[in-house]
């Protein structure tokens, strides 16, 4: 329960840091995003989970 409760405060800190350093870049990117096809966007969410998933093997493993 605290690996999951770190993970999720790591998050929050990323997210954070986004919304506090980078926000003009944020705001761009969500006018973007209607325009990207959802297979695209779909694969980049694949790509990330599988990236996220082979990081935390190669750190708890």
Known sequence: MADLLAGFAF???IEG???AL???FLIEMARLLPSIPPEQLRLAGLVSVTCG???VWLVRG
């Open 53 to 55: 998933v082979g990081l």
């Open 22 to 24: 980078a926000p003009r």
């Open 17 to 19: 840091l986004v919304y």
């Open 11 to 13: 998050f929050l800190i």
